[in-house]
């Protein structure tokens, strides 16, 4: 009798390690929104994450900064958000939207991007105003849009832009396709396209000093992971990262 009470006790443990260790627990899903610009450097970013947090599978969300915020006002789901500039970041902390308070993690700079060899011979700012250049921005309300603006008003120079892009990546792309001559852009964007762009430098003292900040979202379905994602966006690893595709340190 003590012995078949044996087994069944054996039998139950069994059991219950098969139920706890035997089968893959659900997957964990973080909802990230970043600005179109993070596109290279968080893709790789949360291929590492996913490895050191195993069960958890990272689902990017990438547009322009303000596509973004007025997504998550409209009730969009998502657990992190990313930013390209303070002020859209500000936008969401102004309505309540975030857990806490957002981080600085990189910052950028622009550059004039041109096809490969730059074969209408770009050299500054003042030959983007020039009539035969066909020139790009991001729209106003866009960070990289605004950073342009910025950079050249401190320049002194006008440009009639041939197009107004939504983000960043899509302004790129029409550089790399012929669309255009040239475009303001991050650095980094050109730096994604080695084999079909050059950048040509913009002073730094009428460079824009882009700074990205993020921060968990108050909404945010698994906060713990969120917390876990933005420690790792800050960490060392994270930082090398972001330094690979040409970000600054914040």
Known sequence: MI???????VAIAVAVSCSCHGEAAAPRTLVVFAAASLRDAFTEIGAR??????GTKVIFQFAGSPALVEQLREGASADVFASADEANMKKLDDAGALDGEAETFAKNRLAIAVR???PNKIASL?????????????APEVPAGAYARNTLKGAGVEVAPRT????VRALVQKVVSGDL????????DIRAFPDKLDAVDIPDAV??????????????KNRQCARRFVDFVRSDAGAATLRKHGFLAP
Do not use: H, W
Not at 164 to 167: A, D, F, K, V
């Open 207 to 220: 460079n824009a000093a882009a700074s990205y900040p993020l921060a968990i979202v108050k909404s945010a």
């Open 116 to 118: 490969r060899g730059n």
């Open 3 to 9: 012995n078949i009470m044996k087994r069944a006790v």
């Open 181 to 188: 001559d040239a475009a303001i852009v991050y650095i980094t």
């Open 126 to 138: 003042a030959d983007l105003s020039k009539p035969t250049i066909l020139c790009g921005l991001c």
């Open 49 to 54: 994450f996913e490895t050191a947090e195993s």
């Open 164 to 167: 107004l892009e939504q983000n």
